[in-house]
């Protein structure tokens, strides 16, 4: 592959971590567990679903390929299966509670088109479309029979980041060691989307260590993003970016940490919320995260629209009541907000966080969104970087202030070897320096210091929402391992060490390599400024979405999803 | 001093702790700022509103004196002043609303009952009545001239634990070495109690360290429980409990982690709750807490009704909006709930814990409670003790996990000496031992664990509420520095570890000697348990009050509240 990515070549230099705790001897013995599960992984994406594979060009990864336009325009789906699976959830809720649509009409469009997504993207690690089937039958049966829904969600059919344990399915989580574990429960996420009539079929792709804005793994390696087949989908719920914006699923379930829902809503193009803390249950998965308390990770949904997310949100928390099975989440409804009238809002929108400048189609993206908010009246001031450099290496200190510990009990079982975004994860912080007690709750506390600052802006400024670049640029290139993908998270990683609920929305723009022209004259910050500067070669994002986030204060999750359809309206205007 | 108390002998072999950061003579060169201090806090004990010295007995360490019985017959107040004192916060409200008081008026009658209260039990480390008079001369104008009050608490009298910051004012939180510590800023909590029209005039005692069910330090010495002059009132937030339960305030505010409300509410005889964590503020307090977060302290308030309590909370969270100074405060209004049918309610009722076996009286007031909420068609059963080792053996590992470092630096500035309960607390789990953040991570994991236990306790056994003693007795004697004080904390440490909103109530019982006689034949459980019975000599608790805890579900704050309402009219029926 010789085509120029402007990877780092230096990456090495910035490792440090110091044990590396991959063993090739024992990996050998784990690759047969691999081939069953490609080889069960092959079986399930059900052959006559697929399209010809010679309809695939073969070099995907070398040159540009958009699925979004085949699938949009492929024949191999058929009219009805088009207008289902280009609906939204909102729609197909009304449409099944009318029958209009039976769920097993909605619940086989859905998986057609996603088995062909499949053979583009590699976006799944686990078809069970006829179990999927099934399950819509029963509803079928039970709307019929009652002339009732069996609850709001009913024959939606909802994608699952892999790492969500699923009763009596592997799940990995993304580590090869993990290919054995077969949970007896579901997660509560899984268990209260059931009760809501959610229909199942698909669980998605995410990368080794579920620390990479990528989904790459030694599993089922990596997932193109949908819109440019160079680029990556976003992670780590990678697999659910692609799945939702190609529309193979009308509602995607992801978990976010540092920015793994956001990345992958705003790099392959669809809405994606990363709600507060404790409202969506992240009991019951697969991670190196339990009982780490510092930076609190969150699932949440990524859909096509903000009434979508509302759905998912409102029906989840309000009719779904996790708290009956996890007690961590708060049993606290979702509010009804009314969508504001954007003369009384004050957006601060950030242009460029000081440290890491953000790409010239996002300048242009930003500048778009100011205008189009000022014209309907919206207050748009600048937000000044507050305190950037402190949040940035607080939250990547407590990424790794265990050492590193509970990832590599994860690693270590298979020995398998570790992806160069893994060991860029594994050197967050203080790499393997294990932190006392005391150091840990220091941390802590100056995470509150500057989660007070951020609160006093909000507060003291009459500051409604900031918006904000989701990353450096557009989604990144990740081929060869994804060493030129993405390696600065500050952008996302902000709002998860302030626990500030965001919603990633799509602008409708995306990367023009005759627009978006690179600025020459730009003379990188630091180091990790060059690595992403280096990496902005115009003519390999053509087509990527251009996409931002919307913030608001803690627990203000319905205010940014109602401001969130404010502006999806005036950019879809 | 040859009262026998029972008091451990051997206390010194359970400790724990390796490094006792006391130093002599760096003490020595504090003494004259705790002269200096007690000498402002007998100027500002305003000698006109004292009863003369002749009516104190002598001897009120070594004879049961009550001085709840004392106040409620004093001539040294007024008629008004016994009116306004032995009104609810909810009436005053009212009253005072109406303009049929004065917020003078009844700051004046609080204050004079609080100083009196202090020459029999000091349980105020601060005086500063001509202030609070000065604000209640303000709103009576403000009242005058608008028509309205300034916020839903104005013009009552609300104590404050001497911990919570308060700006200008010395705040040591118990510790020698804080005495120059002079906050700026209020904290979040007398910020919002201000605006809500609340008056402060009096800030209270509370033990060295903040971690013991006692209220003893090194700077004004041990408060006495207002019932009984051998007892403790209770702490860590005892002077709240001695000053609530004997109406030197309307209103108390305390904080807890492992009791500090419920003890003092309990020993002393009020109501007392421990809200769910992150509703009512605890920022911008002296303690060894900051960054810690795996039991997690609270504040809350004390008061003599239920209505009083919710009084508190409705009106500091609906109107208060805490969350806009301190963002761990969740957006979440306080709910009104209905009183509840007692027909649709069960309660489940712990009657030991099997590790501390609650003495006399206590199994007495369980029996009566069972028996009155039988009587109005309750549901009551057995609470069967779940986990309960684990929960103990838990939460102290917890609280001791940076290896008392922190509490340690609380210290070491005057090198003040410990006291008995002091070093009794820096023994908990393992002591000075300093943990990883792996090791504080795997105490969070085996926390969550425990709370999901209970979580699916109380929803797959549709049980709404647990009553359970708040301590293995009534209050403890609390002369000899304490050293037949409180020792076992598992009764209402369960309820931090598990963050369960827990409410005490007084049952109108009291203990007495001749009834609740001690049981000779039982033959204690563990050392622990020994400590605790050895103490059980019935003379010396005579009049204690008897009063248990009622506990729900996280962030069923109100319906504890609602209930509570149902068991404070069906005891004093």
Excluded at 71 to 90: D, F, Q, R, V
Excluded at 230 to 236: A, D, H, K, N, R
Excluded at 412 to 435: C, H, I, Q, V
Aim: with cysteine; charged share 25%.
């Amino acid at each position: 592959m010789s085509l120029a990515t402007g990877a780092p070549t230096n990456i090495e230099s910035f490792y440090k971590f110091t044990d590396d705790v991959s063993d090739p001897k024992l990996f050998e013995s784990w690759k047969p567990k691999i081939e069953s599960y490609l080889a069960d992984l092959d079986k399930n994406t059900l052959p006559e679903l697929r399209v010809s594979s010679n309809e695939i060009p073969s070099n995907l990864d070398s040159k540009i390929f958009n699925t979004i336009n085949f699938l949009s325009n492929s024949n191999s789906l058929s009219k009805l299966e088009h207008e289902i699976t280009e609906s939204s959830a909102t729609d197909l809720a009304i449409k099944i509670s009318k029958s209009i649509y039976s769920s097993v009409d909605v619940l086989k469009a859905f998986a057609h088109r996603a088995v062909i997504l499949q053979q583009f993207t590699n976006f799944a690690m686990d078809f069970f479309i006829n179990e999927g089937i099934k399950r819509a039958e029963e509803l079928d049966s039970y709307l019929l029979k009652t002339g009732k829904t069996i609850g709001p969600l009913h024959g939606l059919p909802i994608s699952l980041k892999e790492q969500i344990g699923y009763a009596g399915k592997i799940t990995n989580g993304g580590w090869v060691g993990w290919l054995d574990n077969i949970p007896k429960d579901d997660a509560t996420t899984i268990k209260t989307l059931k009760k809501l009539g959610a229909t199942f079929y698909v669980r998605t792709n995410q990368p080794q260590s579920l620390m990479h804005l990528d989904s790459n793994n030694n599993i089922i390696g990596r997932t193109r993003n949908p819109y440019n087949s160079l680029l990556t989908p976003g992670g780590s719920s990678g697999g659910e970016g692609a799945c939702v914006a190609a529309r193979g699923s009308v509602i995607g379930v992801g978990t976010d940490i540092g920015g793994s829902i956001r990345a992958p809503a705003a790099f392959s193009g669809c809405y994606g919320l990363r709600p507060s803390t404790r409202r969506i249950s992240c009991f019951g998965g697969v991670s190196s995260g339990k009982g780490q308390e510092s930076v609190v990770a969150v699932c949440g949904p990524l859909a096509n629209t903000v009434d979508d997310i509302e759905l998912f949100m409102k029906s989840y928390i309000n009719e779904g009541k996790p708290w009956d099975d996890d007690q961590w989440c708060i049993p606290v409804l979702w509010r009804d907000v009314e969508k504001p009238n954007p003369k009384d809002i004050t957006v601060a929108i950030l242009y460029d966080d000081g440290l890491v400048k953000p790409h010239p189609p996002l300048i242009r993206g930003l500048d778009y969104v100011e205008k189009k908010l000022k014209d309907i009246g919206v207050n748009v001031i600048k937000f000044e970087p507050l305190e950037i450099k402190e949040a940035y290496n607080l939250v990547n200190e407590m990424y790794s202030c265990d050492g590193n510990f509970a990832q590599k009990e994860m690693i270590r079982p298979s020995g398998e070897p570790l992806l160069p975004l893994t060991k860029w994860a594994l050197s967050f912080g203080n790499g393997d320096k294990m932190y006392t007690a005391t150091e840990n709750r220091e941390l802590n506390y100056r995470r509150d210091a500057l989660r007070k600052k951020y609160n006093d802006y909000f507060v003291q400024n009459k500051v409604d929402f900031i918006i904000s670049p989701t990353y450096t640029g557009v989604a990144p290139v990740c081929i060869n391992d994804a060493i030129a993908g993405p390696y600065y998270w500050g952008y996302t990683s902000l709002f998860n060490i302030l626990d500030l609920p965001t919603l990633v929305f799509p602008t409708g723009l995306s990367q023009d390599p005759k627009v978006d022209i690179k600025d020459e004259s730009y003379s990188p910050r630091s180091e990790i400024d060059k690595i992403e500067q280096d990496k902005y070669i115009p003519e390999l994002f053509e087509g990527a979405p251009i996409c931002f986030q919307l913030s608001s204060r803690r627990y203000f999750d319905e205010e940014v999803v109602a401001f969130g359809k404010v502006i999806e309206e005036v950019l879809k205007a």
